[in-house]
Nanobody, 123 residues
Framework: QVQLVESGGGLVQAGESLRLSCAAS????????MGWFRQAPGKEREFVAA????????SYADSVKGRFTISRDNAKNTVYLQMNSLKPEDTAVYYC????????????????WGQGTQVTVSS
């Protein structure tokens, strides 16, 4: 339905920053709230951040509040996750996804998923 491709992951040291991008194609991008999830080794996939269709409202997991910022550029069909003050516990594969409704943090309420991009934070 919607094709999503994440990029921008990499290996950084604690305290450094990364910006992830999620490029969308297919159905109309602006019609979808978007979210970022992450999955660390041996852990469940967890909600990170979400943004509504216009970009005017955002929500974050408590673990990333104040450090991560989700944004979107609908003209470029792209959603971003700016990650500052990275910690080793942020190490995970990060996925972007379309949401059926803004406000949900349940994976079942998200539709199309990207392939993921690896973020590794070393001490």
């Amino acid at each position: 339905q919607v094709q999503l491709v994440e990029s921008g992951g990499g290996l950084v040291q604690a305290g450094e920053s990364l910006r992830l991008s999620c490029a969308a194609s297919g159905r109309t991008f602006i019609n979808y709230p978007m979210g970022w999830f992450r999955q660390a080794p041996g852990k469940e996939r967890e909600f990170v951040a979400a943004i509504n269709r216009s970009g005017g409202s955002t929500s974050y997991a408590d673990s990333v509040k104040g450090r991560f910022t989700i944004s979107r550029d609908n003209a470029k069909n792209t959603v971003y996750l700016q990650m500052n003050s990275l910690k080793p516990e942020d190490t995970a594969v990060y996925y972007c996804a379309t949401s059926r409704m803004y406000g949900s943090r349940r994976w079942t309420d998200f539709g199309s998923w990207g392939q993921g991009t690896q973020v590794t934070v070393s001490s």
